[in-house]
């Protein structure tokens, strides 16, 4: 579907209020898309929601709409608290997953973790280098949108950080136990380095 801003003509004001009515529902309509398209983060890709963006490009340069930046707002608001919603739940499970399986190394869970985290950080800012969503706020000032791998690093490197401070005792108990430590001491100096990443990556990712 191409919408071509020179083809719209309004001759009258009803005719003009008809045009924003349906412009106002395809927005609507693709934006509700690119929310529910969210539904697999952090595996997100860019396929997952181009289309959508598209629609709403082409809907934004017709003109018709006063209304888009509002529209924009608001749903930039609703898919940023979504985002920091799916990407929590997405590590409660992995580090759920992570800890049950057996084994006695109670580092291998944390390390496999900052892989994961890691992973999905570089590969998200690979598919979406800009924020998706963006336009310029209604009050005025620089573009804003939905940065998905600033909030997904915003989100979980906190837990994560959490979940290691609350291992701590028992990572320096595993690693002590006898000759052949539950938690060897290569892991631990392992966890300290990959957890120094991880920061590096939060600090680069959220500046502020």
């Not at 209304?67 to 985002?83: G, N, P, Q, T």
């Not at 997904?152 to 701590?168: N, R, T």
Request: proline share 7%; charged share 25%.
């Amino acid at each position: 579907m191409s919408l071509d801003p020179s083809q719209v003509t309004i001759t009258h004001s009803a005719q003009a209020e008809y045009l924003i009515n349906i412009y106002g529902g395809l927005v609507s309509t693709f934006l509700a898309s690119v929310y529910h398209a969210m539904e697999v983060l952090p595996d997100l890709k860019k396929d997952d929601i181009l289309p959508y963006l598209d629609v709403l490009a082409q809907v934004k340069e017709t003109d018709l709409l006063e209304r888009f930046e509002l529209i924009s707002s608001h749903a930039c608001m609703m898919s940023r608290k979504r985002v920091r919603t799916l990407a929590t739940h997405w590590y409660q499970i992995r580090i759920q997953e992570l800890q049950s399986a057996p084994g006695v190394n109670r580092a291998l869970p944390l390390l496999l973790m900052t892989d994961d985290l890691e992973k999905h950080a570089k590969a998200l800012d690979k598919r979406f280098p800009e924020p998706i969503l963006q336009h310029v706020p209604t009050s005025g000032g620089p573009r804003v949108g939905v940065d998905l791998v600033a909030l997904l690093v915003e989100a979980v490197v906190p837990m994560f950080l959490q979940d290691l401070e609350a291992s701590k005792k028992k990572l320096f108990e595993g690693s002590m136990n006898g000759p052949t430590p539950d938690v060897p001491i290569q892991d631990i100096f392992s966890l300290y380095r990959r957890t120094r990443t991880i920061l590096e990556m939060f600090e680069a990712f959220c500046p502020e």
